[in-house]
Every structure is written in structure tokens, then in C-alpha cells.
């Protein structure tokens, strides 16, 4: 079966740098994608690991180490608005989604 | 539109009876896949098409849930001899073709069986 894990919460202070990490027990995915949502709203895309190592988009970076079976979000000089859901997921090559049980990210000031 | 839309927004209605969910999908997205989102729950896949081809509904929790995109535009998403347990956010999303393009969601059916 596919099981990806995730902690339920994290909680950080404005400006500071968070870290989501994401396990998963599955194969045959071509990658890991990042998505925000905010209180129920519609998930928003946030960034996609094909490769090991490490991407980068603006205070974002995510990470995928297949050897591990492990990636992570970080965010860097949390604002406010960062307070929110973070789901990984893997992608399958039609583009299919299977989602974590998401992480809450509660920044305070 | 500029998004993904979805409609209606709020739907309730008593068991047993049949739902039919629209998505509208970005102009010019191949790829729509339905989701189904509980709450406090990550986005739970049900189904995708491409172009008009169902190409994979291993998702679908039984043959009670159905879905078409006749024109590789609109699809519909129809449940029949509706259960409380079907009562969810049910979502649609849409790419352009390729498993790297991320997925844009539309904001979502809140389906309430009574």
C-alpha cells in the first residue's frame, strides 16, 4: 500500500525557520510535490522533488531523498500568513496524487 | 475563468437520493482528476482523465461513484443512491499534461447527505 507520514502539528514564531518532514512507504512515484491550504480553502501548489536533492523557490525549499524514503519542507523567515496545512505528496506518472494527513503550522508573533 | 470552478458550492440533500458535481477545469488543461477531502484529512484521489479518457479510477470507492468529461472540458462527478458516509469536500483539479505540472484545485463541493 502507500502510507505517507507527517507530523499533525508544528508550531514556530514569526521570522524563524520550520521544518516539515515527510516519510513515506511506497514505490514507483516519479516524484514529491508540496501543498499549502489555508482553512479549508483550495490546496495551492508549493513545489515537486523529481530528483534527489534539493529545490528552492523563494522562502521554500524542498527536499526528497529516495534512498530514505524521506523529504521535507522548510520554510524560512515564517511570516504570519504562513500559518496553514502542508500536505506532501507523491506523484504518479498520470499526475495522481496520493496525500499525507498534513501538517498544521501554527506561527505565533 | 482563471481558476478551476466548481459547482454548486454547498450541496445537501437526503440519502438515497443521486448528486451531480461540476468542474470546470483551467482552459487549455488536459489533465482533471477528482479528489475527495474529509475534514482534518489530506485530499484523497478518486479519479483522472485526460482529455476525455478516464484514465484511471482506481479511486472510486464503489460503483455507486461516477464521472465523465465527454468534450475534454467539463467533467461531472455523480454519485448515486447517496450515503451519509459520502459526505465530503469533494474537489477537482487540473494540469497541463505531465506528472511534473502541479495540479490547481478548484475551491470544492461541500457534499452533506442528510
Known amino acids: 500500500g502507500q502510507s505517507l507520514e507527517q507530523p499533525s502539528e508544528v508550531t514556530a514564531v514569526e521570522g524563524a525557520i520550520v521544518q516539515i518532514n515527510c516519510t513515506y512507504q511506497?514505490?514507483?512515484?516519479?516524484?514529491l510535490s508540496w501543498y499549502q491550504q489555508h482553512d479549508g480553502g483550495a490546496p495551492t501548489f508549493l513545489s515537486y522533488?523529481?530528483?534527489?536533492g534539493l529545490e528552492e523557490t523563494g522562502r521554500f525549499s524542498s527536499f526528497l531523498s529516495r534512498s530514505d524514503s524521506y523529504g521535507y519542507l522548510l520554510l524560512q523567515e515564517l511570516q504570519m500568513k504562513d500559518s496553514a496545512s502542508y500536505f506532501c505528496a507523491v506523484v504518479y506518472s498520470t499526475g495522481k496524487l496520493i496525500f499525507g494527513q498534513g501538517t498544521t503550522l501554527q506561527v505565533k508573533p | 475563468g482563471a481558476g478551476v470552478s466548481q459547482s454548486p458550492r454547498y450541496k445537501v440533500t437526503k440519502r438515497g437520493q443521486d448528486v451531480a458535481l461540476r468542474c470546470d477545469p483551467i482552459?487549455?488543461?488536459?489533465?482533471l482528476y477528482w479528489y475527495r477531502q474529509a475534514l482534518g484529512q489530506g485530499p484523497e484521489f478518486l479519479t483522472y482523465?485526460?482529455?476525455?479518457?478516464?484514465?484511471?479510477k482506481s479511486g472510486l470507492p464503489n460503483d455507486r461513484f461516477s464521472a465523465e468529461r465527454p468534450e475534454g472540458s467539463i467533467s461531472t462527478l455523480t454519485i448515486q443512491r447517496t450515503e451519509q458516509r459520502d459526505s465530503a469536500m469533494y474537489r477537482c483539479a487540473s494540469s497541463l499534461q505531465g506528472s511534473s505540472q502541479p495540479q490547481h484545485f478548484g475551491d470544492g463541493t461541500r457534499l452533506s447527505i442528510l
Open positions: 511506497t514505490s514507483g512515484f516519479y516524484g
Open positions: 522533488n523529481a530528483l534527489d
Open positions: 482552459s487549455g488543461h488536459v489533465s
Open positions: 482523465f485526460n482529455y476525455e479518457a478516464q484514465q484511471d
